[in-house]
C-alpha cells in the first residue's frame, strides 16, 4: 500500500479514537458494518457530559408535583337517581296541552311554596310531558332539582333548556349552581356570569361571591405551575446546549492535537489525498480547511463547503443529496465542517444558520446557498462545475 495511503488511514483512525460518534455518520455505515462483522463493539455515548451539565440535565427531569388547592365551600355527592324524563321531543303540542302543562307548573309553584319539592317535581314532570318543547319548563325543574340538591339531575335539564332556547337566563343560573355543587368551580363561574348578563339576581350574585374565589386560586395555582413547567423545559434545554457545547469543545480540542501532530493534515502538493475524488471529505480544522483550499485552488477546481450540525434536522435531509453530488461530480471537492467541533471557521465564514453551502473557486467565494435548497445546491453546482 502507498505510504500517503497509509499515512491517511492512520489519521483517519486517530480520529475515530478521538470522535467516538463519528462512526455513526451514515458517509461511513459500509465501514461500521465491517467493523460490526469483525465482532467490534460499537460505543454507547461518544463523550461524556461535563459534570456541571450532567446535574443540571439530571435536575431538569425532576417531575413537578402539583400541590392540593384549598377551596372554600361545602360540596353535594353525585346522586344516582334515574334521570328525570324529558318526554317527547317529537310531539305536537296542541293549545290544550299547553294550557293544562301551564296548570301543571301552577301547581308546582304552590308546591314549592308550601317546601313540598318531590311534588313540584312530580308536576312539573306531568307539565313537561304534555309540552316537551317549552325551555321555561325544563329550566324551572332543574332548579328544584337544585333545591332538592340534585346536581346531576339539575345540569340534564338546564342542557334541555339551553337546547330550546340558548338565551335561558333560568336555564344557565341552574346549571351554574349545580355546577358550583360538584365543585366545577369555572364551569359553574361562566354560566353564571351569563345568567346575571341575561337576567341579573341577587340570587346569582350571592353564589359567585361564593364560587369566584375559588376560580381564582385556580387560575393562580395554574399560572404557578405552568411557569414552573416553563422554568423547566428552559432549564432543560440550558443543559443540552452546555452537553453539546461541552461534546464540541472535546472534539475541536482532540481534532486540533491531531492537526498540530501533521499526521492527519494532508499536503496540499498531494493532490489524491486532498481531494479524494467522489467523496465528501470531513474538515478537522481550520489549518485542514486551508490546505485542501489551497490544493483545489492550485488544481482549479471548485471546492464545496457544506456547513452543518448533528442536532439541525434539515442538515440530516442535506446529507444524502451531498453524498449523492460528490459521488456524481468527481472533479469537484466536496469539504464537509460540523459548526460545533469547528466553532471559529463558521464564525470566520459568516454562518449565521445550518445547512449553509458555499462555492470557492480560485481561491474567492462565487456563490452561497442557504438552507435546504435541494434545488438551489444543485443549480449552483452545475453553474460553477463549468
Not at 317535581?121 to 318543547?133: E, F, G, K, R
Not at 346549571?175 to 345568567?195: F, I, Q
Not at 405551575?225 to 443543559?239: I, N
Not at 460540523?338 to 444558520?353: C, F, G, M, R, Y
Request: charged share 30%; with cysteine.
Amino acid at each position: 500500500m502507498e505510504k500517503e495511503k497509509v499515512e491517511e488511514l492512520r489519521a483517519f483512525v486517530s480520529y475515530i479514537k478521538s470522535n467516538p460518534s463519528t462512526i455513526d455518520n451514515p458517509s461511513l455505515s459500509f465501514f461500521k458494518d465491517y467493523l460490526l462483522s469483525i465482532g467490534a463493539r460499537m460505543p454507547t455515548e461518544s463523550i461524556p457530559r461535563s459534570p456541571k451539565a450532567e446535574q443540571d440535565y439530571g435536575d431538569s427531569e425532576d417531575e413537578i408535583v402539583e400541590s392540593d388547592i384549598e377551596l372554600e365551600g361545602e360540596l353535594v355527592e353525585s346522586e344516582n337517581d334515574p334521570l328525570p324524563q324529558i318526554g317527547d321531543v317529537t310531539k305536537d303540542v296542541t293549545e290544550e296541552d299547553r294550557d293544562t302543562a301551564q296548570m301543571h307548573k301552577s301547581k308546582a309553584n304552590e308546591a314549592q311554596s308550601e317546601g313540598n319539592l318531590e311534588e313540584a317535581v312530580n308536576q312539573l314532570t306531568m307539565a313537561i310531558l304534555l309540552n316537551p318543547t317549552s325551555a321555561i319548563l325544563y329550566a324551572t325543574r332543574a332548579s328544584v332539582f337544585v333545591k332538592m340538591k340534585k346536581p346531576n339531575a339539575a345540569i340534564v335539564d338546564a342542557n334541555r333548556a339551553l337546547e330550546i332556547n340558548p338565551d335561558s337566563a333560568k336555564g344557565y343560573k341552574s346549571r351554574g349552581m349545580a355546577k358550583a355543587m360538584l365543585g366545577k368551580w369555572e364551569e359553574a363561574a361562566s354560566d353564571l356570569h351569563l345568567a346575571a348578563k341575561l337576567d341579573y339576581d341577587e340570587e346569582i350574585n350571592a353564589v359567585l361571591k361564593k364560587v369566584e374565589p375559588n376560580v381564582h386560586k385556580i387560575e393562580e395555582h395554574r399560572r404557578k405551575y405552568e411557569h414552573l413547567r416553563k422554568e423547566r423545559e428552559m432549564k432543560k434545554a440550558q443543559a443540552e446546549r452546555q452537553r453539546r457545547r461541552a461534546e464540541a469543545e472535546a472534539a475541536y480540542r482532540s481534532a486540533k492535537k491531531e492537526t498540530e501532530s501533521s499526521e492527519s493534515i494532508p499536503s496540499a502538493s498531494n493532490s489524491s489525498s486532498a481531494f479524494q475524488d467522489g467523496k465528501v471529505i470531513v474538515v478537522l480544522s481550520q489549518y485542514d480547511l486551508k490546505t485542501r483550499l489551497n490544493a483545489a485552488s492550485n488544481a482549479s477546481r471548485l471546492s464545496v463547503l457544506y456547513f452543518t450540525a448533528t442536532w439541525c434536522g434539515p442538515c440530516r435531509v442535506m446529507a444524502p443529496l451531498f453524498e449523492k453530488l460528490a459521488q456524481k461530480h468527481p472533479q469537484i471537492v466536496f469539504l464537509k465542517l460540523d459548526i460545533d467541533q469547528l466553532s471559529s471557521v463558521a464564525q470566520e465564514w459568516n454562518v449565521t444558520s445550518v445547512p449553509t453551502f458555499f462555492f470557492v473557486k480560485n481561491g474567492k467565494t462565487v456563490d452561497t446557498v442557504r438552507g435546504a435548497d435541494r434545488n438551489g445546491l444543485e443549480r449552483s453546482i452545475a453553474l460553477h462545475a463549468k
